[in-house]
């Protein structure tokens, strides 16, 4: 038999696939603005969060709902060098594969050239970078000319870091016509988070474990942040998967605070 408790730790698996989303009202709210942005006439779209916050979660799921659609392409990792860029722009927008090498006065009379079928079909392409932190500033600055065109339209996801605001910096300030930022859950949303998630793997009996004191405690340590959550309950139920093997008394009504404790530990949260 399956164990329920190797079933639950997987749910936790730090993973991005747009078939786990999980519906937030916060989130969908957003989600929701965004999809109406895409729609009108703006030129850079900006996501911006903390690591772990679930930009990457939620450029998946926009991709994922809007290829059916219309023209979407999602770059996870940055392309950093420059003409390889444009190259798997050209290629993949408009079709024109380059063997030597493009560079961005190129890739502009491409646009240019494009332009025509771009206002028949009205439907702009969208393409979706994400950890554009990566981006040099040079690239950063033709990606901002290339969406002036309007022929091609940008949503940038950038990582947030206690050190240096990104957004702050000048380059993001004068041309962003929206920016959007994810952050991490509140104790009510962690709670939703955690038992969706569980309930979309038939995982009920588990998900009925967290409380709102459990969730409470869980969402001190991890400040509802989702990955810190994920790895926190991937080890907690990596205990209960040890505990199951040995045989050992386990209460499955409540989870014990010394577990989530341990599991902290375990996953760095809290010190030893
Ligand atoms: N709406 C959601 N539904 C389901 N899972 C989510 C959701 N948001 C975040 N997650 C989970 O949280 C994890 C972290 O999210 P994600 O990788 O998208 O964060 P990020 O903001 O892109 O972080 P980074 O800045 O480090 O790239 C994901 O692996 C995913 O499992
Ligand atoms: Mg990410």
Redesign the pocket.
């Known amino acids: 038999m399956e164990s329920i408790f190797v079933n639950s730790k997987e749910v936790f698996l730090?993973?991005?696939n747009a078939k786990?989303?999980?519906q937030?009202d916060r989130?969908s709210n957003i989600y929701q603005s965004l999809k109406n942005s895409i729609k009108k006439p703006l030129k850079l779209i900006l996501l911006y969060?903390r690591?772990?916050?679930?930009?990457?979660?939620?450029l998946a799921k926009l991709y994922n709902d809007l290829s059916a659609s219309q023209a979407i392409y999602l770059y996870k990792t940055p392309i950093l060098d420059e003409k390889e860029f444009y190259k798997t722009l050209a290629r993949d927008i408009f079709n024109i594969k380059y063997s030597g090498e493009l560079n961005f006065t190129q890739m502009m009379k491409i646009i240019d050239n494009a332009n025509i079928s771009i206002e028949n079909t009205k439907e702009v392409p969208v393409v979706l970078l994400d950890?554009a932190q990566l981006y040099s500033e040079a690239l950063m600055e033709k990606i901002r000319l290339l969406s002036d065109t309007r022929a091609i339209k940008f949503v940038i996801?950038l990582?947030k870091t206690e050190e240096e605001d990104l957004i702050a910096k000048e380059h993001f300030q004068t041309r962003i016509w929206e920016s959007i930022e994810?952050e991490n859950a509140s104790s009510a949303e962690l709670k939703i988070?955690i038992q969706k998630?569980l309930m979309k793997a038939n995982c009920f009996n588990t998900a009925s474990m967290f409380t709102t004191p459990t969730v409470n405690k869980i969402h001190k340590l991890t400040r509802g942040n989702?990955?810190d959550t994920?790895k926190l309950l991937y080890t907690l139920f990596d205990i209960y998967v040890s505990y199951e093997k040995n045989n050992q008394y386990m209460d499955i009504n409540k989870i014990p605070i010394k577990y989530i404790e341990m599991a902290a530990i375990h996953t760095g949260l809290i010190d030893a």
């Open positions: 730090d993973t991005v786990d989303y999980i937030l989130v969060g690591p772990g916050t679930g930009k990457s979660m939620f950890e996801t990582h994810l988070y998630k989702y990955r994920n």
